[in-house]
Structure formats: C-alpha cells, structure tokens
C-alpha cells in the first residue's frame, strides 16, 4: 500500500530580494539579472556557506530547524525537530538522503527523491544568475496576478533535475514563490517578510503547503551566518549508529509465521506488552496504529500531518512513541509511530488490521518474506548471508518507498515495490498515456481495482505485456491502468507499483543497507496466480454479509441484475461472516468460466435471488 506523508520539504535556503520599484522585467534574462543586481548578489556569490536556523510550527506540532547550504553548487544538509519527531535529509552533489529518528541514514536515488534535490540545489546557488543560467531550460510563462499583486512565472527544469515555477515579484523581483511536485502532489513555498543580513536580503517568513491551510509548516528565520569557507563533510549522509534493538538470546535473527489474505501480509506484534495486535507488513508504508491500539496503550498523540496512498483521497494522522514493540524474537525500543485511522480498510480486506509494519522497521534488518512458507524472517545485517537468497536486483528508495528500474514491453520505467498491494502490477496514468498503452491495451475493462487510504482506485484492466526486471520476465500478466484523477496511480515521477501478485512468486528479500532486492522462485505451485475477477463487482466485508460497491459497465455483475448498494447474504447457501472476503472473492475469479453462482442479495428491505453466471473479462 501506497502511503506517502508529508513533513518537512527541503527548503531554498538562498532567497535574495531587489530593491522596489524596478520596471517590469519581461524576459528570463532581465528577470534574473535585475534580481542579482538588487539582492546584494555580491554577498551571495562572495560567500561559500550560509547557515541558518529557524523557529517551525505547524500540523500540530512545534520546534526547530537548522541547515547549511552551499552557495557555490548547492549542496545541503537540513534538520530538524517537531514534537516527538527528528528529521534530516541532504544532497552531497551525489546522492540525496534522508536520516530519520533512530538514526538510520537511507540514500534517497528512486522516482523523484534525487532530483527535487537537484532543484533545491540549484536555488541555493542561484544557478539561474550563472552564464546559460546554470544550464536549465527556462520557459517564460506570462504573469500572473494574485490578491492585487503582479508575478512574473518561469518554468524551470535543472540538469538532473524536475520541473517548477517560480514565481518574481514583477515589482520588486523577489522570489515569492516555488511551486513543486512532490511525487502526485503540488507544493507551494511561499517566501516573505525579507530582511538584511550582512548586506544581504533574506525571506525571515517561509510556508510550505498544498492547498489545505491545517497542513502548514511555517518556518521563521532566527539566526543567519555567511561563511568564506565550505566543509564537504557538512552535507555528507551523517554516520548511522543504530542500537536501538535486539534479538532474543544470543540470535541475530527471528523468523514468524504471516497470513497471506488478499495478497497482504499479516502477523502479529506486541506493544509495550500489550497485544498481540494484527499488523499488515507492508513494503510500501509506514510504521503506523490505530486510535484504539494507541488508547489502549496509553500513547500520547501529538500533531495532525495529512498522509496520501492509494485512491484520490487523503487523510489526516498523529504521531506518538512507543516505549517497546516486539515482533517475533526481536524487540525495538523508543519507537515512532504514526496513529491513523484504519477502519475503512476492514471491509476491503475482511482481516482486522490494528497497524502497519513500514520501512522504518525494514531499513533496520535484512527482510525476508518467504510466500511458500508463509514466514517473516527479520535479520540482523551483520550477519547475512546472501550466498542462497535467490537473483539480486538493484533498488533505490524513495522516502519509504522501495523503486527498481524496469521496462513494460520494452519501455524503461521506474516500478515501486509495494508488498501492501494486492495486485501483479499497475501502470501509473502518466507512464501509460506517454507511450501508447492505453490504445495498446484498449480491449479491457474499467473497475475498481484496488482500496487504499484514499479510498477506492480505479484502473483499465488487460491481459499481456511483458514486465522485465533484471533478467526476469514475466509475460501475460493481468495488469491495470491506473485510472485515479490523484494519488499514487497519478504519480508522474513513477512507471507502475509491483504488487503482491508478482511477489508471491518468490522469496523476497530486501537489503536495505546495500539497496538490493533477491527474487529466489518458490518450488511449489502457486494458487491465484495471474486470474482477475470473473464476476464483474467489487465486494468489500461487513459483520456477516457483503456489500456491493461497484459494478463493471456489461460485466457479469451488471448483466445479473445486481446493483450498488445491494448486500449479499449469502453464496450458494452458505453465510459467512467478513473474514470470509479473501475466500469468496478468490472464489469469484478461480471458478471456471460458466460456473453459475446464487447469491442471496438484500436489496431495499426484500430479499432476492440472484444467478451470477462467471466469465472473463479480459
């Protein structure tokens, strides 16, 4: 499952000013030559190093901030600490990363992460001021006008970098603001109340946001120093010195049985010594609860950040710290967790799911996820040994989020690992509609396909292509077309997400600390393999019945009368309760073409029978 939140967005640290009053100016050139020559360009480019530190608040949460820039090619590093939560990430001209609460640095080269870097970069050098202006493509889009003020917008795309525009005062030919992409979302940092510093002007005032005010992060700027001189160790990855677990006895790794149920991965955890809860482990999120497990425990909960998945919506979470979590044999200390409601996600999976397992407890060990065997494996990465782990496929990370480079029919692309999915694959919109593959595989069906945090998702499913990664292939395969307006399935900077119908191919392993991926192929047959839905309907879980929530245009469903809203008691005569859903829906694409099924369905307080006669769709 998909799930990306949003904290702290790599500031510009360089933002220089003009003086008032200056005439329009209406090309790129006259735009960034009259903001050098007003801003005390001199200070900007005589100084090698700018460190800053700043008061933020925002999402419930307040603290502080601190960075340092290079003002020659843009090199960073930033920290920061908010609530119960500590935050760093930085580019060293190489590579982006990004070092969180316990001190584990990860790399962060996959889909976006790298080149929003590069951006960052070329703003703190003011790249735009150099001959060629640093080497960007620059395209002039007009001015806009806002609340009575006048902006001049240029689009700009960085080597190695990621479209944004920027926004200039046309008066005074300040930068007022930067908007972004962040993966599927538009960010907007907006730069005001400019102030001197050593003969400089500096925004004393940023916000970052994406169009909802509650989600805000407003940073104040308390102390600035410019510096004739710049230490590269400054925006190196800082030294990992992780300690915060250990493994029961003298082991140094733990194995645990999981239960497979719509693809996802579910195994139990103890917190603080209470549980044992029901956990989805999932490559794709985040360490996360529910209100209840936090309640129970006792957990203090602070701040309220909005976090983005699959489907178009978005919700809002908290964060708290737990004293103790124990999974199988090994027990972690001092960790964060984000609280989110998960309820809306019982019906789609008919298993109580109390939280979520996420990359911060993956990067730790070495993981392996053995689908034949139905175990977890976590171990201790100074004692791997990779020698029987199967084939190994070059990863990068991207936030939580694990990418591996790839091709659908021989069309390169960027294809997210995502263990919390239940499908083989789905292309993402963008990657789709660039290289003719909607026309390709327009002989498909429309439906929902997915559920997420956000709601339904809805894709173009076929049958075929050939998915590539490394030296594997996999042809034939039932995949979708992400269909979403936002979310994941929108996302431009990624191909695809590979799911848990592929993964269940193999023993997975991750090595995060080498950011590789071991595919080793499981021996024995596989059930539910590359078969898509024969019913034509979308059926999630209640109490002791399931409700229909979509119905495919012509599909079986749809040809048998059955309609949205209407709730099926029961399936050839026998009732069941929710945790059935894996069941019946698997039974609902395995059964043979022509197999009729009756169903008992509530529709408007009367009870009908309904014949439900089973075929491809695709």
Do not use: C
Not at 198 to 205: C, K, L, Q
Not at 350 to 373: C, H, K, L, N
Not at 410 to 424: C, L, T, V
Not at 598 to 616: F, H
Request: charged residues 20%; hydrophobic residues 40%.
């Amino acid at each position: 499952m998909t799930i990306r939140a949003v904290f702290l967005v790599a500031l510009a640290f360089v933002v220089p000013i003009a003086a008032g009053g200056a005439t329009l100016a209406a090309t790129p050139d006259e735009i960034f030559d009259a903001n050098r020559a007003a801003s005390g360009g001199a200070v900007w480019q005589g100084s090698h190093e700018l460190k800053t530190e700043y008061d933020v608040a925002g999402q419930g949460l307040t603290g502080t901030a601190h960075g340092v820039a290079d003002l020659q090619d843009g090199r960073y590093a930033q920290y920061s600490t908010t609530g119960p939560r500590s935050f760093g990430r930085g580019f060293d001209g190489r590579h982006s990363w990004i070092v969180d609460n316990s001190g584990i640095v990860t790399l962060q080269d996959g889909a976006d992460a790298r080149q929003l870097a590069v951006n960052a970069a070329y703003r703190n050098a003011n790249l735009w001021w150099r001959a060629g202006r640093g080497g960007a493509a620059i395209t002039p889009r007009g001015q806009a006008v806002e609340a009575g003020r006048t902006f001049d917008v240029l689009d700009i795309v960085p080597q190695g970098g990621e479209s944004f525009t920027a926004w200039f005062d046309a008066k005074s030919h300040l930068l007022a603001r930067v908007k972004e992409y962040y993966g599927e979302a538009l960010y907007t940092t907006a730069y005001d109340d400019y102030r001197p510093y050593d003969g400089a002007m500096i925004a004393v005032r940023i916000t970052v946001g994406s169009g909802n005010a509650q989600y805000d992060q407003h940073y104040t700027l308390t102390k600035v120093l410019f510096l004739a001189t710049s230490e590269p160790s400054s925006y190196a990855p800082p030294s990992a010195r992780v300690a915060d677990f250990v493994f029961a006895g003298s082991a140094h790794e733990t194995t645990f049985p999981f239960v497979l149920n719509n693809n996802h991965t579910h195994a139990s955890v103890m917190i603080d010594g209470k549980g044992p809860y029901s956990f989805l482990f999932d490559t794709g999120a985040q360490n996360l609860v529910t209100p209840e497990v936090a309640a129970d425990i006792g957990a203090t909960v602070q701040g309220h950040s909005e976090m983005r998945g699959v489907g178009e919506g978005s919700t809002d979470w908290g964060l708290t710290t737990f004293r103790e979590v124990r999974i199988g044999g090994v027990t972690l200390r001092d960790q964060l967790f984000g609280v989110i409601a998960l309820h809306n996600l019982y019906p789609t999976n008919g298993i109580e799911m109390q939280g979520m397992i996420g990359s911060e407890t993956f990067r730790r060990f070495v993981t392996r996820i053995d689908y034949g065997a139905r175990t977890f494996t976590l171990i201790d990465p100074g004692h791997f040994d990779p020698a029987d782990a199967g084939r190994p496929i070059k990863v990068a990370f991207n936030y939580n989020e694990v990418v591996v480079d790839g091709s659908f029919d021989g069309i390169p692309g960027k294809f997210q690992i995502d263990s919390g999915s239940r499908n083989a694959l789905t292309l993402n919109m963008p990657f789709a509609r660039t290289n003719g593959l909607i026309e390709k595989y327009a002989k498909g069906v429309d439906a929902v396909d997915g559920w997420g945090l956000g709601g339904p998702s809805h894709a173009h499913v076929a049958r075929g292509g050939v998915l590539r990664l490394g030296s594997l292939a996999l042809r034939n395969l039932a995949f979708g077309i992400g269909t979403d307006k936002g979310g994941a399935y929108a996302d431009t900077n990624k191909s695809g997400l590979i799911g848990g119908g592929i993964l269940k191919r193999y023993v997975v392993t991750f090595d995060y600390g080498h950011a590789l991926m071991y595919l080793k192929p499981i021996a024995a047959p596989i059930a539910d393999i590359d078969t898509y839905d024969r019913a034509g309907m979308w059926i999630n879980a209640e109490a002791h019945a399931f409700d229909v929530v979509a119905t495919t245009p012509g599909g079986p469903a749809d040809a048998a009368g059955l309609k949205i809203g209407d709730v099926i008691t029961a399936i050839d005569g026998k009732t069941f309760s929710g945790d059935d859903l894996g069941a019946a829906r698997m039974r609902l694409r395995n059964a043979s073409p022509g197999t009729k099924i009756a169903l008992a369905v509530r529709r408007a307080g009367q009870t009908l029978q309904i014949t439900l006669t089973l075929r491809d769709q695709i």
